[in-house]
């Protein structure tokens, strides 16, 4: 090593001490709390091994068999299942186990603080088990393991509250029409449920996790355990204390705090942040992180995110990728690694060319913390691309409309739940706000002429992305009686062609009846006597 190379290791050793103990001062703002409460009812399901293994428990833990197979023996409560199904629900203190059909002679409930589940495959196949539903191979050593979990699992305990959640910008559903499900989808605890136009969160099952707040494009899901602002504040301080002192190349880890322990010889020019969980992180952080100074954002994870999680977050980290590579940035500076590569990937990161640190705080919603960072990095870019393609999925975009089949009849105006899309006020038009759009969806399922498509794209100048767009307008089509304007020519035209042959509109009158407005056409209805006759 160079006399050069060796000065810049000891200072960037020295600076990044420094920044992690300015990070270590910083407060972390409370979250409410989720109560357990537990008195040792155990159901073991299983065969002849649920039954064995029940009689070992005894003190503060009470045994009820749900047997799967085999014949009922002596020693503690057994149900056998027999043929029927099995359906479990709740958590740790408040579980229900349902067998046979609700409603039926044959149906039975237990009711039970913990379950033990023998099972060769679970019952329950979510990837987060709810709290106190623990699995076991039913042999040694893991019986006796798994019995010491049980017994200490007897008592009364309490989690942070991880989430947050605002039904009024939730792009879930509008007027009965589905829209965005991310969360529901990538929830590895099964823990978020449809209530159709909004979805409800189970705070008992939700264990932190934080993937639905990183792929909700609203921000209608926010991750409160540490708060985002909490977050960049410690972004910020670690960059910050770490350039005032000399670092250079600095790159940020994140990482689970089950697998801190995995940088602890983490290269010196490596800043860590610890997280509940590595997905609860997404683009608002990872963006800003660049924006105050690092060269780079590697989200550490050494296998304990779940399949499923991690392909929704890869989604989000596709979507950041084509952002940098439009805004003219390398496209890797976010990227996954396993700590096994942390030293190289950390070595061989290039600096990131931005001429200054972004001074913006960041804010609990999620869009304007993006937007934030991304107009840092539009603003000190010489090479940016002005409309970026992004991923399906992505939360940014436009709709694109069908002229020719739009008859502007604003049905989609009415569900949108972001305020994206706007009817003009004398003139028949559509108007589209960029800047809103999240890509739900639901103006396009809602369209009756399906004249509506999505296309994700960033506009990367804000004052574009902020400027209203007039998608269609048309004259508008006036009353032929009173002459006040009530329709477009093309509603007119589709309804026409619609009723065509209808036995209602046979006559001429009441073919000119759907071009008068609302008032004149009672009125006429009333003074034909044809009408008033078949009514």
Known sequence: ???TESTITNMNAEASAAAVAAAERLSTEPTSLIQYSSRGRVAVIGGVEAQDFAVRLCGDLTAQVVLTQGAVEP?????PVGNRPIGIDGHLGDFNIVLGEPGQPNCESVQVDMILDLS?????????????????IAEEPYLSEVEQELKDLVGTFEKPKFFSYDAAICAHGRSGIAGCSLCIDACPADAISSLIESVEVDPHLCQGGGVCASVCPTG???????TVTDTLRTLRTLLNSYAEAGGSNAVIALVAEAEADGLANRPDNLLPVVVEELASTGMDVWLSALTYGADAVLLVDAGAMPDSVAGFIRLQIDTAGSILQGLGYPPDAIRIVDPASLAQASETAGAFPLSGPAGFAGSTEKRRTVLQAIDHLYQQSSTATELIPLPAQSPFGRIVVDANACTLC??????????????GNETPKLEFYEINCVQCGICAAACPEKAISLEPRLV?????????????????FCCIRCGKAFATRSIIDNMTKKLAGHYMFKSERAIERLMMCEDCRVIDVVQDQDAMRSA
Request: net charge negative; hydrophobic share 40%; aromatic share 4%.
């Open 120 to 136: 060769e495959a679970p019952l329950l196949d979510m990837p987060l088990k709810p709290p106190g539903y623990l699995t076991s």
């Open 410 to 423: 604003m049905g989609c105006t009415s569900v949108c739940p972001s305020k994206a899309l706007g009817a």
């Open 1 to 3: 090593m160079s006399n």
């Open 220 to 226: 209608a899901i926010r991750y409160v355990y540490p």
């Open 460 to 476: 990367a100048d804000a004052e574009r992305r902020r400027a209203m767009v007039v998608l269609h307008e048309e004259e508008p």
């Open 75 to 79: 020693g503690v409560p057994t149900i």
